[in-house]
């Protein structure tokens, strides 16, 4: 959750007669990438790519965590990244969304859109959507008002207390509300919900911004397996409409939902296909998936 999102929900809460939750976000510093501060330009998707990476590199202190990195996304695709823990995974999330600079490489939107001349607040107005792996909502309010939240904020009114919906964006939080399964829970607080609703909506706050890409880690940790299997469905639902990259330690969830996999291993691809063909893959076999 972005800074000006907190503040919007602090009035929010404020004007409820409610102070807001000291620790309200569970993220431990990374959080979702809200607040969209300008209608997005069109996507150019004429060459096939919605997201593309060449040849990426970062060090810390000199060590490569991520080392010649090159990948690509099809618009609508649903991709699934894999790997040991200390692979690059999250820094090349923190590098997709200018959490991160890369030392060299490129990292385009696109065709056109160069994301390394963006700040992070701005590739999230371009329309790059990021969860992070624990649940971020205003616990005090309701599923509705985190929904309308995300969406004051998606219409620069952060500064005004009170905004009308328009019948279009009804309809849109109406349609996000089914999307996510909380249609019945609308009016109940968010603090109410169990950790996957709360996933479910955090993941709605981000869809009441419409973005082109959503960038999801680990969204299946600590559900249960109803849960999960519902969060397959949704995966599944969003696919075409979106395009998102997903990160995920749970294979059978993989199995799911997967067309395509990228295996990270210290900071670059070591194998690419579908589930069956990586898990057949000797290399991914030996750092990975062990024997
Ligand atoms: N800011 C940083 N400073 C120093 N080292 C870092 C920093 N961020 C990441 N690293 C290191 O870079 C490597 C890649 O980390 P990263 O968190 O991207 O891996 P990951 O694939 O997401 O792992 P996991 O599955 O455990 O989440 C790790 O060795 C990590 O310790």
Redesign the pocket.
Known sequence: MTPDLMEEGARRLESHGLAPTAGQTESGGRNASYGRVHTPGEVDVTHGRILYLEDVN?S??G?K??NGLSLDIAPGELRCII????????????IITGK?KPDSGQVFFGSTIDLLRYREAEIAALGIGRKFQKPTVFEQLSVFENLELALATDKGVRRSMVFALTGEEKDRLSEVLLTIHLADSAARPAGLLSHGQKQWLEIGMLLMQEPKLLLL??PVAGMTDEETERTAQLFLTLKGKHSLMV?E?DMSFIRTISEKVTV?CE?SVLAEGTLDEVQADERVIEVYLGR
């Open positions: 970062v810390f202190d060590f965590a991520i790997g040991p823990n200390g692979a690059g995974k999250t820094t090349m999330m923190d991160t880690d680990e990160v330690h990270l900071g």
